[in-house]
Nanobody
Framework: QVQLVESGGGLVQAGDSLRLSCTAS????????MGWFRQPPGEEREFVAA????????DYADFARGRFTISRDRAENTSYLQMNSLKPEDTAVYYC????????????????WGQGSQVTVSS
């Protein structure tokens, strides 16, 4: 099992920045990739960004590319999602998640999930 604890959410104004953190514990050796997802109010959960834990390669959803940056600190078992130029439509519960292998990563089949962190962007 991998346990994930998120932090850094909150209420900000449009144009502001926010950084989310996700710290893993437990079987951290099994982390192949860490991803961020979000679920806006009344909508389905959607992919935001992901990072390969060993190589550091990244992948972004179109809406995130250029505004959001995913990174990781392997020594701290922590992933970060830096969000800049936030918009009201970025309002959502943000989740971090772990994929434990390359196939799962490619299929976005993440098996461990954090509790979620609320991000609210006011206009």
């Amino acid at each position: 099992q991998v346990q994930l604890v998120e932090s850094g959410g909150g209420l900000v104004q449009a144009g502001d920045s926010l950084r989310l953190s996700c710290t893993a514990s437990g079987r951290t050796w099994s982390i192949y990739a860490m991803g961020w997802f979000r679920q806006p109010p009344g909508e389905e959960r959607e992919f935001v960004a992901a990072i390969l834990w060993s190589e550091g390669a990244t992948d972004y959803a179109d809406f995130a590319r250029g505004r959001f940056t995913i990174s990781r600190d392997r020594a701290e078992n922590t992933s970060y999602l830096q969000m800049n130029s936030l918009k009201p439509e970025d309002t959502a519960v943000y989740y971090c998640a772990v994929a434990t292998g390359p196939t799962a990563f490619l299929k976005k089949e993440y098996v461990y999930w954090g509790q979620g962190s609320q991000v609210t962007v006011s206009s």
